[in-house]
T-cell receptor, first 115, second 112 residues
Framework: GENVEQHPSTLSVQEGDSAVIKCTYSDSASNYFPWYKQELGKRPQLIIDIRSNVGEKKDQRIAVTLNKTAKHFSLHITETQPEDSAVYFCAASRGSSGSARQLTFGSGTQLTVLP | NAGVTQTPKFRILKIGQSMTLQCTQDMNHNYMYWYRQDPGMGLKLIYYSVGAGITDKGEVPNGYNVSRSTTEDFPLRLELAAPSQTSVYFC???????????FGNGTRLTVT
């Protein structure tokens, strides 16, 4: 099955700096890569996702890049703010229309933005 | 829409007891999922369903059972609770495999 590794497990940055979180996956057939943000005691919430036919996607201060050859994808947060502090999870899955996606999650990165 | 609703929010069980975690969604989503999240870890898929009457095992199904008699409800049953089942359980739904997951607020379960 799929295996997703996520690094680093903890990351501290100064407010205004950039943060980068990296994930690698093992199943070359995986074609969907979402990122979730989870605040303490809350449910995971999707912040951005990318599909295997795209190399990069941006949404304001957040971007995700995908390298299918190397089987890794990264989350980039620019101009970090204290409210970006949370645990971030990457995930990967294969799947197509009509079949359920079984997401495999990374172990998470605790991001702390220092004021 | 209330979205995905999970009950209870917290529960303490003794070893060997049984319970059902409830999950209901009012978005008419066909696809529903149960995940568990252990401390400091990512989510692991327990069971999923692609529609009423259809369920399938995920990565960690042992010790759990599910049913899907209606589109709205997807309860998770724990039989003979064990300390290893101490975790936070999240239910999620989506209208299609290519759409994002909508998570419930979770159930924090402790087995002692």
């Amino acid at each position: 099955g799929e295996n997703v590794e996520q690094h680093p497990s903890t990351l501290s940055v100064q407010e205004g700096d950039s943060a980068v979180i990296k994930c690698t996956y093992s199943d070359s057939a995986s074609n969907y890569f979402p990122w979730y943000k989870q605040e303490l005691g809350k449910r995971p919430q999707l912040i951005i996702d990318i599909r295997s036919n795209v190399g990069e996607k941006k949404d304001q201060r957040i971007a995700v890049t995908l390298n299918k050859t190397a089987k890794h994808f990264s989350l980039h947060i620019t101009e970090t703010q204290p409210e970006d502090s949370a645990v971030y999870f990457c995930a990967a899955s294969r799947g197509s229309s009509g079949s359920a996606r079984q997401l495999t999650f990374g172990s998470g990165t605790q991001l702390t933005v220092l004021p | 829409n209330a979205g995905v609703t999970q009950t209870p929010k917290f529960r303490i069980l003794k070893i060997g007891q049984s319970m059902t975690l409830q999950c209901t969604q009012d978005m008419n989503h066909n696809y529903m999922y149960w995940y568990r999240q252990d401390p400091g870890m990512g989510l692991k898929l327990i069971y999923y369903s692609v529609g009423a009457g259809i369920t399938d095992k995920g990565e960690v199904p042992n010790g759990y059972n599910v049913s899907r008699s209606t589109t709205e409800d997807f309860p998770l049953r724990l039989e003979l609770a064990a300390p290893s089942q101490t975790s936070v359980y999240f239910c999620a739904s989506t209208p299609s495999p290519n759409s994002p997951l909508h998570f419930g607020n979770g159930t924090r379960l402790t087995v002692t």
